[in-house]
């Protein structure tokens, strides 16, 4: 694995969402791949996260809100931001 980050990239904040319409949504960092591990496993259905409180948000399944957005749990644990 390659731990090093890309030049043109900006560090990844301490919160974020992936929903544009979210106060944490940072389009700069979405320019590049980013991973999330909880508990030392790499998880890729993330939907936003905070390293600091120690939680990530995941969709529920399938299920949705009236405006067609998925519904999103906590899970809590130790939370890593990093490249790809």
Not at 22 to 46: Q, Y
Request: proline content about 8%.
């Amino acid at each position: 694995m390659n731990d090093t980050i890309p030049s043109a990239a900006p560090a990844l904040p301490d919160r974020l969402s992936s929903d544009p319409r979210s106060p944490h949504h940072d389009a700069a960092v979405f320019r590049h791949d980013i991973g999330i591990r909880l508990n030392g496993k790499e998880r890729f259905d993330v939907e936003e996260y905070c390293v600091s409180e120690g939680w990530v948000k995941v969709p529920a399944g399938k299920t949705v809100d009236r405006k067609g957005k998925p519904l999103l749990i906590t899970i809590k644990g130790q939370v890593e931001a990093f490249y790809k």
